[in-house]
């Protein structure tokens, strides 16, 4: 596995695989790899001749009262996992690699798609999630862009983007890999104290409820979302930050259930925030 820093470096790397025609899928994360990120390395793996996988905290998608300084960082260990998973290139830049000074330009989707849902109590996070994304497919220019289910924002934004800026890239979604007791994985899990990470669960089992509800025939969005918000009152301490049940591509909430539905989920255990979500195919009852 090749390690590289500079943009300059992976660009001469890659251009030689490029001119012999080998496939490049892209991996793009902030590092702390777990299982949900290793689904999508063995993935690109399995779809493409070369996998590039990228770790870079990106601080432009971080708040000024969020976690950018202590985010999990475990370079080691990720370097061990990332070369276990058959990693061809691991690009980890540096920030003012990718920020030099005087850096000003951004890249903004509309704002039905990122100031809802998280976008509403992280002002600013898409911007830097769409700009970081689209410098890194610039860079890296692959075939194929590997994304998490988990998070189903970041899915729609950035799948809006590279249609909208005419990215010749396939995006590839792969489903949110839990827990044996069904909590999402996530670099934050580790922030959860015993008992909070015990009451965790409530949003996946939240999730099943609802789903299991829209199945067995409700179409009223309200009903279907209080029904979620009493299970997790009543199974957990923590604070609902939002529950929806929205169109998975435009996120704008539904009036009746009558299509295919993402019913998603932020929960606040202390400073931790986690986020789950299902997509809930359209039922002929
Ligand atoms: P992150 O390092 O959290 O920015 O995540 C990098 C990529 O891994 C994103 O596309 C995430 O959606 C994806 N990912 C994170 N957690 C999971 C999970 N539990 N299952 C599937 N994909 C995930």
Redesign the pocket.
């Known amino acids: 596995m090749k390690i590289i820093r500079k943009i300059s470096n992976l660009r001469k790397t890659l251009h030689a695989y490029r001119r012999q025609r080998k496939k490049i899928g892209f991996v ?4 702390a790899l777990h299982e ?2 290793l ?2 390395l063995r993935q690109s793996r399995k779809e493409n001749d070369l996998t590039v996988l990228s770790i870079f905290v990106n601080p432009t998608q971080f708040g000024p009262n969020e976690d950018y300084k202590t985010y999990p960082r475990t370079w080691k260990i990720d370097l061990q996992k990332a070369e276990a998973a058959g990693v061809d290139s691991l690009f980890s830049p540096t920030v003012p690699e990718m920020y030099p000074a005087g850096c000003v330009s951004w890249v903004n989707v509309d704002e039905n798609l990122t100031s809802t849902l998280c976008g509403a109590s992280r002002p600013g996070h898409f911007r830097g999630v769409a700009t970081v994304v689209a410098k890194l497919l610039n860079i890296v220019q692959p075939n194929r862009l590997y ?5 189903a924002q ?1 899915c729609a934004v950035i799948q809006k983007l590279v249609k909208d800026l005419n990215y010749p890239v396939a995006v590839r979604i ?1 489903p ?3 827990e044996k007791d069904g909590l ?4 934050r899990n580790r922030y959860l104290k015993p008992q909070e990470r015990r009451e965790a669960t409530a949003l996946n089992q939240a999730l099943c409820l609802g789903k299991a509800a829209i199945a067995a025939g409700k179409k009223n969005p309200a009903h279907v979302i209080t029904l979620m918000r009493r299970y997790i009152q009543n199974h957990s301490s923590g604070i609902i930050d939002y529950i929806a049940c929205v169109d998975p591509a435009t996120l704008q909430p539904l009036k009746t259930i009558n299509q295919k539905t993402l019913l998603a989920v932020a929960v606040r255990f202390g400073k931790t925030r986690l986020i789950d979500n299902r997509l809930v195919p359209t039922y002929n009852v």
């Open positions: 793009p994360t902030m590092g949900g990120h689904a999508l994304l998490g289910q988990k998070d970041q792969h949110t890999v839990r999402a994985m996530s670099s």
